[in-house]
C-alpha cells in the first residue's frame, strides 16, 4: 500500500502561520521543487498553522498546474486545540467520535481542494478512543472514496492493536531519529514490521541540530568523520541511519530550504556500513550496544 508514496515525505506544518508564512507563490514553487527532487508526498494536519495550512496550501495547489494523481496527501484529525480558530475549546483535548473523524476528513478536503486523501490518520491517542466508532467512520469515507487508506500518528502497538480489532491501519507516524531511539527497542518498529505498517518518522533529524548537548556533540563528531568517507552532509547521513532500518521508514522531513530537501532525497543513495550505523548508535548511547 504505501509502495506509492515516496520514500522521503514532505511536511508542511512550517509552510504557513506556524513558520515560514509562505505566500501563495512560494508555496507553488516550494511544490515544485520537491517534486523535481522526487518528493511526491505532503504530511498535513488539520491543526496546523491554527486550523488555516490546510487552507493555503489548497489554494496554491489549485494555481499549481499539478496534476492531482501525481502526488499523494496525507492529514490527520482530532486534537481540538484551544485558540482563536475555536473558541468553544476551552481545554485542549481529542476527539473520535465518527461524525467528529467524517467531518475533519470532509474540512480537510474542502481546505486541501481535493476529491479524496491518501492517508487519512488520527494524530493521537485518546484515552476515550473508541474503535467502533473510528471504524463507522473510516467505513463511510473509504465506501464514499473520501480517503484511500487510513492510518495513525504516535500510537504505541498497544493502541494500536484496539484500532485494529476494527480497522486495517496501513501507517503510524512516530517520533524517530537517532536522538529519539525508543521505538527500535521498545516493539514500536517490530510491531510494525510484523503486521505490515509503514512507520513513518515526524522530527527524523532529531535534536542534533536543535540543542548543544554531550550526546549531540558525540554525533556531530562522528558524522564529521563519516561525511568524509560517504561524501554526504549531516543530515543527509541522519536519514540515512533511518533509512537503513529493515522496517521501511519514511521519514517526514520540516524543511522548506530547497538545498537540503534536495538533500533529503539523495540520502536515499546512501547505504552505510553496519558498523558505520552502529557507530552512530553508540555515539547516541554514549557507551557500546549492550
Known amino acids: ?18 513558520g515560514k508564512q509562505f505566500n501563495e507563490q512560494e508555496m507553488i514553487a516550494t511544490m515544485h521543487h520537491c517534486l523535481e527532487a522526487g518528493i511526491t508526498t505532503f504530511d498535513h494536519a488539520d491543526i496546523y498553522g491554527d486550523y488555516t495550512t490546510e487552507e493555503d496550501f489548497g489554494n496554491a495547489f489549485a494555481k499549481a498546474d499539478i496534476p492531482r494523481d501525481s502526488i499523494q496527501l496525507i492529514s490527520k484529525c482530532g486534537i481540538q486545540m484551544k485558540g482563536e480558530a475555536r473558541p468553544e475549546n476551552t481545554i485542549k483535548h481529542y476527539q473520535y467520535d465518527a461524525n467528529y473523524v467524517i467531518s475533519s476528513a470532509e474540512r480537510s478536503l474542502k481546505m486541501l481542494q481535493t476529491e479524496y486523501l491518501d492517508l487519512f490518520l488520527l494524530h493521537r491517542p485518546s484515552p476515550l478512543l473508541r474503535p467502533d466508532e473510528v471504524s463507522k467512520a473510516v467505513e463511510q469515507l473509504k465506501s464514499q ?5 487510513f492510518g495513525l500518528s504516535n500510537f504505541t502497538p ?3 492493536d ?10 503510524n507516524q512516530i517520533e524517530i531519529s537517532l536522538t529519539t531511539r525508543e ?5 514500536s518498529l517490530d510491531y510494525m ?20 548537548t554531550p550526546q549531540n556533540q558525540r554525533i556531530k563528531k562522528k ?6 568517507k560517504y561524501n554526504a552532509k549531516d543530515d543527509q547521513l541522519l ?42 548508535l553508540e555515539a547516541s548511547v554514549g557507551e557500546e550496544v549492550a
Do not use: Y
Not at 509502495?3 to 504557513?16: A, L
Open 1 to 18: 500500500m504505501m509502495t506509492k508514496f515516496s520514500r522521503i515525505i514532505q511536511g508542511c506544518m512550517t509552510w504557513g502561520a506556524w
Open 145 to 149: 472514496g473520501k480517503i484511500k487508506a
Open 158 to 160: 498497544a493502541q494500536t
Open 162 to 171: 484496539l484500532v485494529r480489532t476494527k480497522t486495517e491501519v496501513v501507517a
Open 183 to 187: 521505538s527500535l527497542t521498545d516493539g
Open 193 to 212: 514490521m510484523t503486521h505490515g505498517i509503514a512507520p513513518m518518522s515526524w522530527s527524523p533529524l532529531g535534536s542534533v541540530f536543535r540543542e548543544d
Open 223 to 228: 558524522l564529521k568523520s563519516l561525511s568524509e
Open 239 to 280: 536519514l540515512a541511519w533511518l533509512l537503513k532500518h529493515p522496517s521501511g521508514i519514511h521519514p517526514v522531513i520540516g524543511t522548506t530550504n530547497k538545498e537540503r530537501i534536495t538533500n533529503a532525497v539523495t540520502a536515499s543513495d546512501i547505504e552505510l556500513e553496519l558498523k558505520d550505523w552502529f557507530e552512530l
